[in-house]
């Protein structure tokens, strides 16, 4: 259903933004990678604006933060190279810490910079580029926030061919010599493969998702345990399920029970049971209905589900879907459990998304065609 904008009922939130959705004090060419929600409930976008990182805060209310950059909007270059934020996280004392990829350096590797809470770059905050290898190509693309102030990464390393890389950095983002080899962890699995999504357990375990090509003709969504040193961990191994196309772990969810709910680029959400297989109670044998691609997933309050993506028709549009914790219809948005939005023009995408603590939704993403592309926020009420 595509919900008219209302703040009594089901649908688009119209005290945000312009009757539920806004640019976000973008300009032409900015793109959203990804979004996260500060305790007073303004949100943090992440991304880039032509070569460099990109970083927005809006208002509870999707007004850009005047007291962020001085208009809501920081951009950042590093040694002139070409950079981009594709994770954000927002430490409790308020640090927002951006993590992707830069080549300024001469050559490509993880980025990571932390901003103070005004969006100044943290003195306190070591060297922002980390390398798998001496000639390896580096790429980070999800970041997770331990309790101890330790920051850990997860991306590709191309070094020589690509491979999950996972790296653990200190409070001051210096690597962390107890995780791995000197903070890196690399080549878990046999053929190529890269992460796209983390996930840190209660007891300090990490799981990293992605793609794993089976050395043959397919691709395959992947997952591997890690323990808090950064070995594989023998309770999950690395495993690889559902081909078809090129299904990626873009997000991940540990459920009450200690199951992994993951957003999968091709095709909604699914729950792998506690030896590492697909849980066939979980929606439609495994998966929730339909097969439109997920980008991210996030519990809400009541025990449901939100999850968001990309439609598959022409031109695309962004979905926010509502399914119950065991991946079946909810009743959301008014009986229909999904949402649609349209663009102004081209079409759109998702990026990320999170939960307000009332349940409401909030989703980052693009749209434009060839003639630019433009940030866009939207907030919905399931």
Partial sequence: MTAPPSDAGPGLFAAFGDGGWT???????????????????RLVLAGSSGADVLLLRLLPDGRPDPSFGGAGRVVLDF??????????????????????????????????????????????????????????????????????????????????SP????????????????????GRVSGLLSNQSGAAALLLRPDGRVVAGGWFFNGFSMVLAAWVGLTPGGAVDPALGPRAHLPGGVPTVMAMWLDPAGRIVSAISTRGLVRLSSDGGLDPAFGDGGSTAGSAPALSV???PDGRLGFAGSTTDAPRGIYIAVVDADGRAAGGFDGGGTLEWRAPAGAASAAGLVVNPDGTIVVAGNFGDDSGTRIVVLKAKP
């Fill in 298 to 300: 996030a519990p809400l």
């Fill in 23 to 41: 640019t976000a004090g973008s300009a032409p060419a900015d793109i959203a990678n990804a979004i996260a929600l500060q305790p007073d409930g």
């Fill in 163 to 182: 491979n999950f890389g996972v790296a653990r950095l200190l409070a001051d983002g210096a690597p962390d010599p107890s995780f791995g080899a000197g």
């Fill in 79 to 160: 040694d002139g190279g070409t950079d981009v934020a594709t994770a954000v996280a927002v430490q409790p004392d308020g640090r927002i810490i951006a993590a992707g990829a830069s080549d300024g350096l001469g050559r490509r590797g993880f980025l990571a910079v932390r901003l103070t809470p005004s969006g100044a770059r943290d003195p306190s905050w070591g060297d922002p580029f980390f390398f798998f290898g001496p000639s390896s190509d580096d790429f980070a693309s999800a970041i997770a926030l331990q309790p101890d102030g330790r920051v850990l990464l997860a991306g590709m390393t191309v070094n020589p």
